[in-house]
Every structure is written in structure tokens, then in C-alpha cells.
């Protein structure tokens, strides 16, 4: 569990730091004009498919072949996340890194409910922990302002949509290693790895099929687009890893101190006077914000507390 948690942990910060990196691109700035979530989605997972194809053979296991096992749940999972970026990127066009990534907590309600359906007996401190996961989320997101509907709903719609793909990833993962037959407590690390590899080679053909559309000829932008499309691909690793080990209520818990991080970001960049990235806000907001996210901190220590009722490990 101790692996788990810290790989959770670097989730966290490889995501709050991906969303800055998101709204750089497109943010508009003095010279240049603001530029559309879609051209970023096209462009980063071009480059993280390229990785991807260069990778894959080399993380294919040997004996695994083309399942229905894993092929039925990969196909969702990249349609599903294809859907998930595009709202969580449109929504970043008009609200900071630090009020989006809090309200993405709000996945970790719906995963729970995933969990309950399947079967999976959560105790009253788990369901605990889930719930003041999302409260914490809810008051991290709304501090310093009411969210318009439009924004709102596309987070809303991301929140969903990562949940359903959270689910996809497992399956993936158990899904190859049955296949294949590998042996997840001697190898833990070649399930996830495959799954990443092929989920973003998948991806390059969604971002192909975008490039003449949304994609750009200009160095720029392909320049520009690349920190994002490096610290996603990195923060995918280290939560496939924490989803095999952890299960996906207690992964998304841990990802949801991302709030906590892009709070702090947030705060170093707005006083550089980073404001295309981070406006500036009221002391009292940034003291809610902390005090709301230390929530999140709680709600992992009562979901993991329980002896009674341990969490159900996949």
C-alpha cells in the first residue's frame, strides 16, 4: 500500500502542474491569442502516441494476444477519455488550474457508487472518507466565486467521464494480465505500463483525425503543447501503478489532493505575477481553500483507518 499511496501522491502533483501547463497554451496573452482546448488535445497526444508507439514494444508482455478481455475495455477507455479531456480542457479555457482541479473530486462520489454496485462492502469510515473528499472538493472550487454553468458543466461531464474510464484502466490492466498470465504480485509494474502504452498509442488516432481541423503548423504551438503533453504521460504511469495497487476509490482519493497543490501553485505563481495563469485572489479565499483541502488530507486517513473493514483491493 506504501507504493501505492506515494505513486497517488505524485498523480496529484504531475496533475495540478499539467492543469497550469494546459492553461498556458490556452490562455491569451499579450502578442498572442487564445488558443483552443481541442488544438491542444490534438497536438499533446500526438506526441504522447509517438512515446507511446516508440514504448509498446517493449513493454508487450510475450504471451499476450488480442483478448476480448482487454480489447472491449480499451476501446471504451479511450473513447471515454477522448470525451473526458475535451471537457476538462474547455473548461480550463476560463477557470484557473486551481479551481478546476478541486472540482474533479467530485469523480471520487461516482467511483464509490461504482464500487457499491459491483459489490465492494465500503464501511461507514470509508464512505466517510468519500464524502468528505467531495465536500472538500465542493468547497475548494466554489471559494472565491460563484462558477458559471457552462464551465461548471464541463467539469461536471469530465468528472463522469474519468470515472468511467478509472473503471476502463482496471479492467485493462486484469483484463491483459489474464491474457498474458502475468503474475501481478511478482510483477506489479508490466500490467500498468502495457495499459499506458496502449491506451496513448490508441489515442494518436482521435489526435490524428483532429490535426486538420484543430491542429497548427506553427512551431509555436507544437512547442508549447509539448510540457503538457510530457507531465500528462508522466502522471499516467504513477496512476495506472496506484489504480493496480490501490483500487480506483482509494487512487482517486489520493488524486484529489491535487487541489492542495494547485492551491499552493497557484498561490507562488499569482505573486510572480504569472496572472495568465493564476489570478490573484483575497487572502480569506486562499485561507478557505487550504482549510478545505487539508479535508481531503482526512479523507484518505479515514477511508485507509478502518481495521474492521480494510479497502477492497483489486
Not at 517493449?58 to 477519455?81: I, N, S
Request: net charge positive; glycine share 10%; charged share 10%.
Amino acid at each position: 500500500m506504501g507504493w501505492g499511496i506515494t505513486l497517488g501522491l505524485l498523480t496529484a502533483l504531475g496533475h495540478a502542474t499539467a492543469y497550469l501547463a494546459a492553461r498556458h497554451f490556452t490562455a491569451a496573452v499579450p502578442g498572442r491569442a487564445e488558443r483552443s482546448g481541442l488544438t491542444l488535445l490534438a497536438l499533446a497526444h500526438v506526441w504522447m502516441a509517438a512515446v507511446a508507439a516508440a514504448a509498446l514494444p517493449l513493454l508487450w508482455p510475450d504471451a499476450l494476444g488480442f483478448d476480448a478481455r482487454w480489447t472491449v475495455p480499451l476501446v471504451g477507455l479511450v473513447g471515454g477519455f477522448a470525451l473526458a479531456q475535451w471537457a476538462l480542457l474547455s473548461a480550463l479555457r476560463t477557470l484557473d488550474a486551481s479551481r478546476v482541479a478541486p472540482l474533479l473530486g467530485f469523480k471520487i462520489a461516482v467511483l464509490a457508487g461504482f464500487a457499491a454496485a459491483r459489490g465492494e462492502a465500503l464501511g461507514a469510515s470509508q464512505w466517510a472518507g468519500v464524502g468528505l473528499a467531495v465536500a472538500g472538493a465542493l468547497a475548494l472550487g466554489t471559494a472565491g466565486g460563484r462558477i458559471a454553468a457552462r464551465p461548471a458543466a464541463q467539469v461536471l461531464a469530465a468528472c463522469f467521464c474519468y470515472a468511467v474510464c478509472d473503471v476502463l484502466i482496471l479492467a485493462t490492466i486484469r483484463g491483459a494480465e489474464a491474457t498474458a498470465g502475468i503474475d501481478r504480485l511478482a510483477r506489479p509494474w508490466v500490467g500498468p505500463a502495457w495499459a499506458v502504452g496502449a491506451v496513448y498509442f490508441s489515442l494518436g488516432v482521435p489526435a490524428l483525425l483532429l490535426l486538420p481541423r484543430f491542429g497548427s503548423r506553427r512551431r509555436a504551438d507544437w512547442r508549447d503543447a509539448l510540457p503538457y503533453a510530457a507531465i500528462w504521460l508522466a502522471a499516467m504511469v504513477t496512476l495506472y501503478g496506484a489504480f493496480a495497487r490501490l483500487g480506483t476509490v482509494l487512487g482517486a482519493i489520493l488524486q484529489s489532493s491535487r487541489g492542495l497543490i494547485a492551491i499552493v501553485l497557484g498561490v507562488v505563481l499569482a505573486a510572480a505575477g504569472f496572472e495568465h495563469l493564476e489570478r490573484r485572489v483575497a487572502p480569506g479565499v486562499v485561507a478557505r481553500r487550504t482549510l478545505a483541502a487539508v479535508s481531503m488530507v482526512l479523507a484518505v486517513w479515514l477511508y485507509v483507518r478502518q481495521p474492521d473493514n480494510p479497502p477492497v483491493l483489486p
